[in-house]
């Protein structure tokens, strides 16, 4: 059964593959789906305007493939993923009252930036060294030169994601008396004191 991607990118569902894939279906499906980016971005007309994007699809299944050929690493990535789910799922079940509650808060946050930078970032840069991932890709220096800006907004842009829906986003409306603030801001424009 395949997981949400959750802000957590998930590899697996970018490559079509099942829960129990095996290396020869990372291969083949990474194969057709770059194979389709290439295709695409030949008869987009407009290719330069999507730059970042096409360089992200591009890097994103450079390292889908880097990762999950490799069954040690894509265990590990795997069970990485699992664990930062885990512990926000832990989190967000936890009361804001609780005395764990910020102890959990640090290590779910410290869990998450580790995960996106591995998997978000430099395993992604690595992928594109990776001489398979550089013959089918066509992923050159002129791309990780580009791909480090865009990488890193990636990352931030998912991990701001991630933490909007996290407990302390949902925060209480401020109690705002309006009278009083009437007060003030007639005081202001008056020239006068304010008198609270």
């Known amino acids: 059964m395949m997981t949400e991607d959750l802000g957590y990118i998930d590899y697996r ?31 987009d007309k407009t290719a330069e305007d999507h730059q970042d994007r096409y360089l992200l699809l591009m890097a994103e299944l450079n390292a889908a493939y880097y990762i999950l050929r490799n069954r040690a690493l894509g265990e590990q990535y795997i069970q990485e993923r699992e664990e930062v789910v885990a512990l926000e799922k832990e989190w967000r079940a936890l009361d804001t009252a609780d005395p764990g509650f910020d102890a959990l808060r640090r290590r779910y946050d ?40 865009v990488l890193r907004q990636f ?4 991990y701001h994601e991630i933490h909007e829906r996290l407990p302390y986003y949902d925060i209480t409306e401020p109690q705002v008396d309006w ?4 007060r003030f801001a007639a005081a202001l424009i008056s020239g006068g004191q304010h008198n609270g």
Do not use: N
């Open 13 to 43: 569902t970018l490559l079509d593959l099942q829960d129990h894939y095996k290396p020869a279906d990372v291969i083949r499906t990474y194969r057709k789906k770059i194979k389709q980016l290439m295709v695409q971005i030949s008869e």
């Open 155 to 158: 990352r931030q842009q998912r």
């Open 110 to 149: 410290q869990a998450l930036r580790s995960f996106l930078a591995r998997y978000m970032e430099e395993l992604i840069l690595e992928a594109g060294r990776d001489p398979e991932c550089v013959e089918h890709s066509g992923w050159g220096p002129a791309h990780e030169r580009l791909a480090g800006r």
């Open 179 to 182: 009278e009083e603030r009437s």
